[in-house]
């Protein structure tokens, strides 16, 4: 599989950037998924700082953090199949009526004054719950309305919304838990839902269904899947360092308000600031990935994205200046971006036409792995503090994956 444009696509790459978005189908699908990532991001960091306020415990900032993630890793493979059999415009529908209907739950329970640690995971597993059934069926979607000749682009445009909303959403929660408290920030997130959901009406039906009836069981489907996962040499390198990635690099995400509180002495506006920084780099790598579409080998990219990383996290733990701590987040997030829109692409031109959802659906269990992270590194920055924990996980996470990403990045044609 090659990623090398034909000749001409020099000319034709810039232009494939505002062509797609000039597609009203798409856009739709783009702004809605826009909306859902703003709302994601808020929640997090809305998620992250409370859960530390209401219990002083990185252990149990970690197990907030894990409750709102396993969903993602016990039924990604489920969900894929989801998007697989179901009409998946309808899936989106529904996923977004379930954020609406959670963050209004969430800003209820804290104008109650009932907002303690419980009731606010028990709640937080829902969002958990979307976000596992709405990423296969949104990439899949996604490629139906592109195909395999500008899924690259699509992806990597995807991923500039996710990136949009991830300097956006974290600074309006900083600001918002600042200023106007937990109960009215989370009716800002139910706000994003019903507006993703409102842009989002009307487009199912040109998204379409399931390829064809797929008659085999539940268990037969998941095991083909798997088989074909592991059998494809660079499904199964992207597979196996999208676990490595997410149990032992991104947990750093759910410390940074322990990291924000306890070692900067900053507020939740400098946390919402770091996220963003972390939002902004990875906004401008994903500009970049996706007007070069046809010039960087996918698999050369994504390794190398990988192999920076954790180089970058570990001079971040031995920062202490504010600023400094927001420029290498800028740089962390441009080698995230690389890595996240390279995940999906490999992955989404591999797998044959009937099982796309299949194989998105075991990728998102491979990203559901950082829950174990998470608890581990909370575990650990109880023990010995925040920078130590983050670095090192950056060591353990070079050390495994450089084995497997390096064939990538020696190989020219991926």
Avoid at 106 to 117: M, N, P
Avoid at 155 to 172: C, F, H, N, R
Avoid at 268 to 277: H, I, T, Y
Avoid at 373 to 388: D, H, K, N, R
Wanted: aromatic residues 8%; positive net charge.
């Amino acid at each position: 599989m090659s990623s090398v444009a034909p000749a001409g696509a020099a000319l034709a790459a810039p232009r494939a950037f505002t062509e797609i978005l000039r597609e009203a189908p798409f856009r739709r699908l783009w702004l809605s998924g826009l909306c859902i990532n703003g709302a994601r991001w808020m929640d997090l960091v809305l998620l992250g700082w409370l859960a530390f306020q209401l219990t002083d415990s990185p252990f149990m900032v970690a197990v907030a953090a894990f409750a709102r993630s396993a969903p993602m890793m016990l039924l990604g493979p489920f969900t894929g199949l989801v998007a697989d059999r179901m009409h998946r415009g309808r899936v989106l529908v529904f996923t977004q009526s379930l954020g609406l209907v959670t963050g209004l739950a969430l800003s209820a329970v804290f104008a109650a004054g009932r907002g303690s640690f419980w009731p606010m995971v028990g709640l937080e597993v829902l969002f958990g719950v979307l976000w596992a059934i709405d990423f296969p069926a949104r990439r899949t979607a996604l490629y139906a309305l592109v195909g395999p000749r500008r899924v690259a682009t699509a992806v990597s445009l995807e991923t500039v919304s996710m990136q949009v909303a991830k300097m956006i959403g974290p600074v309006l929660a900083g600001i918002g838990l600042a200023q106007v408290g937990p109960a009215r920030c989370y009716l800002a997130v139910a706000a994003l839902y019903a507006v993703g959901l409102l842009v989002f009406i009307g487009l199912p039906a040109r998204i379409g269904g399931p390829g064809g009836r797929d008659t085999a069981s539940v268990v037969a489907s998941l095991g083909a899947g798997f088989t074909y996962a592991w059998r494809e040499p660079t499904v199964r390198a992207v597979l196996i360092i999208t676990v490595l990635m997410n149990v032992l690099f991104f947990p750093y995400q759910h410390m940074l308000p322990v990291f924000a509180r306890n070692v900067l002495r900053v507020g939740p506006e400098w946390l919402g600031a770091l996220v963003a920084a972390d939002g902004l780099g990875a906004l401008l790598g994903a500009l970049a990935i996706a007007s070069r579409r046809g010039f960087i080998a996918h698999g050369r990219l994504f390794a190398t994205a990988v192999l920076v990383a954790p180089f970058l996290l570990l001079a971040f733990t031995g920062l202490r200046s504010r600023w400094a701590c927001l420029a290498v987040l800028v740089l962390i997030g441009a080698a995230e971006s690389g890595f996240a829109a390279m995940q999906s692409t490999l992955v989404l031109l591999a797998a044959p036409p009937d099982s796309r959802g299949r194989a998105m659906g075991i990728l998102s269990a491979c990203i559901g792995t950082q829950p174990a992270g998470t608890l581990w590194i909370g575990f650990l920055a109880t023990g010995i503090g925040v920078p130590a924990a983050m670095a090192i996980n950056g060591v353990a996470a070079l050390v495994a994956m450089l084995p497997v990403a390096w064939p990538l990045v020696r190989r020219g044609r991926v």
